[in-house]
């Protein structure tokens, strides 16, 4: 059986590190991350899996279109639903968790 489907973590783990910010690519890399439980999402691993993944939506050259289209459904506090947004630097910075906030503005900085 794979462990990454019974494991929400890992199934995330495995969108933002390699699929997402490697080439962009990672359809699921939203519904990981809605999977996570609220405890599991406020733990050091997902808040540095978190970094990686706003980082990414800064620097990769290329982000797979699907993952570009913004979910309006969706509340904008669950920034992965807004990945448009966030490449595009029309997302609202304050309703980032401060951490990540902080690595969205500093890459909004250097492409300045």
């Known amino acids: 059986m ?5 494991d929400p ?19 699921g890399l939203r519904a990981a991350r809605d999977a996570l439980s609220e405890a599991v999402a406020q733990s050091q691993d997902v808040r ?3 970094e990686i993944v706003i980082e990414a ?3 990769n050259e290329y982000i797979n279109p699907g993952l570009l289209e913004d979910d ?3 509340p904008l506090a669950h920034w992965w639903w807004h990945i448009g947004k966030l490449r595009n630097r029309t997302y609202p910075a304050h309703l980032l968790p401060e951490h ?8 909004a900085d250097e492409a300045a």
């Open 57 to 59: 939506t800064q620097v």
């Open 72 to 74: 309006a459904s969706r």
């Open 48 to 50: 540095e899996l978190d």
């Open 9 to 27: 973590l890992m199934r995330y783990q495995e969108y933002a590190e390699y699929q997402f910010s490697l080439d962009g690519e990672g359809l």
């Open 2 to 6: 794979d462990v990454k489907r019974l």
């Open 100 to 107: 990540l906030r902080a690595v969205y503005e500093q890459a």
